[in-house]
């Protein structure tokens, strides 16, 4: 099992910055790309930034040189550090983890979910 913890969440004015953290634990050596999506209510969930186990990055074009995603693997642990928030931006952000296909990590599912950490922020 691989199992997820985000924190970081809160109330913010439009400007300011917040990072969430994502604590991994279990069998985090068969993670091979991580990212943060987020859920704003009545809208779909969005995939905000991906981080894949060589170091790439991908970003949503909405968060483009305002939000950066990093992972300290010695630590387990997910950052997303996000600048130059918009009410836009509030939204449940979930920590998602996709698990290798090496023979070693078929026992486990093809993913995991965090429980969500609420950012909201004001104009």
């Known amino acids: 099992q691989v199992h997820l913890v985000e924190s970081g969440g809160g109330s913010e004015q439009a400007g300011n910055s917040l990072k969430l953290s994502c604590a991994a634990s279990?069998?985090?050596?068969?993670?091979?790309?991580m990212d943060w999506y987020r859920q704003a209510p009545g809208k779909e969930r969005e995939l905000v930034a991906r981080?894949?186990?060589?170091?790439?990055?991908e970003y949503a074009d909405s968060v483009k040189g305002r939000f950066t995603i990093s992972r300290d693997k010695p630590k387990n642990t997910l950052y997303l550090q996000m600048n130059s928030l918009k009410p836009e931006d509030t939204a449940v952000y979930h920590c998602?983890?996709?698990?290798?296909?090496?023979?070693?990590?078929?026992?486990?599912?093809?993913?995991?979910w965090g429980q969500g950490t609420q950012v909201y922020v004001s104009s």
């Open positions: 279990g069998d985090t050596t068969c993670i091979s790309a």
């Open positions: 981080i894949i186990s060589g170091g790439s990055t």
């Open positions: 998602h983890a996709v698990i290798s296909s090496a023979n070693r990590c078929q026992y486990l599912d093809y993913d995991y």
